[in-house]
């Protein structure tokens, strides 16, 4: 799996948009980016999956460019129950582990 | 929808005694996996399966032992239990998208909470 590497933390207010970028230098041709999002003693829920340029769901935007050495996630107008951890995770493609680095905390103030 | 289930939600155990945890899905996934997360800590991957009848060791193995005899059950052992394994045990699963050739959204249980005294 490749290595990624995300901001330990972040602090946003009610409304903004909040934006995470992790970082995969040796991210393989065939591997895929996907973000999890966890709440306090709950496991992790999956947010977004993408290979390349732009995926958008309901909940938020995954952006890839085209080296896809990074990736950044986007959350529009966040409110207080978005405060989580956010993991980014790089791989999956014939690669069996899911194996979570440390994520960023992702505080949302009023 | 049942989804992930782990049984038990919480347990306390004295060093040295022994426990399994039981992970069970109903989504008919191939990938099951076992986590610890320490307080403060990320999820670090313990054993994983890629099918019934398989299983791989992950970045934490030492100390556990896991089982997959039946495709939507995964079983965590610990045959010797100590301080250091105190922990909040997650279990997940997920498929595969063979058209794509990549692993689909992982789904999480409730988890345990595990106390060794």
């Known amino acids: 799996l490749a290595k990624t590497t995300q901001p330990i933390s972040m602090d946003s207010y009610e409304g903004q948009e909040v934006n995470i970028t992790c970082s995969h230098n040796n991210i393989a041709t065939n591997d895929y980016i996907t973000w999890y999002q966890q709440f306090p003693s709950q496991g992790p829920r999956f947010i977004i999956q993408g290979y390349k340029t732009k995926v958008t769901n309901e909940v938020a935007s995954l952006f890839i460019p085209a080296d896809r050495k990074s990736s950044t996630l986007s959350l529009p107008r966040v409110s207080l129950s978005d405060t989580a951890v956010y993991y980014c995770?790089?791989?999956?493609?014939?690669?069996?582990?899911?194996?979570f680095g440390a994520g960023t905390t992702v505080t949302v103030r009023a | 929808n049942a989804g992930v289930t782990q049984t038990p939600k919480f347990r306390v155990l004295k060093t040295g005694q022994s426990m399994t945890l039981l992970c069970a899905q109903d989504m008919n996934h191939e990938y099951m996996y076992w986590y610890r997360q320490d307080p403060g800590m990320g999820l670090r991957l313990i054993h994983y399966?890629?099918?019934?009848?398989?299983?791989a060791k992950g970045e934490v193995p030492d100390g556990y032992n896991v089982s997959r005899l039946k495709k939507q059950n995964f079983l965590l052992g610990l045959e010797s239990a100590a301080p250091s394994q105190t922990s909040v045990y997650f279990c997940?699963?997920?498929?595969?998208?063979?058209?794509?050739?990549?692993?689909?959204?992982?789904?999480f249980g409730q988890g345990t909470r595990l106390t060794v005294v």
């Open positions: 399966s890629v099918g019934e009848g398989t299983t």
């Open positions: 995770l790089v791989g999956r493609s014939n690669d069996y582990k899911l194996s």
């Open positions: 997940a699963s997920s498929g595969f998208d063979r058209a794509s050739a990549v692993g689909t959204e992982a789904f």
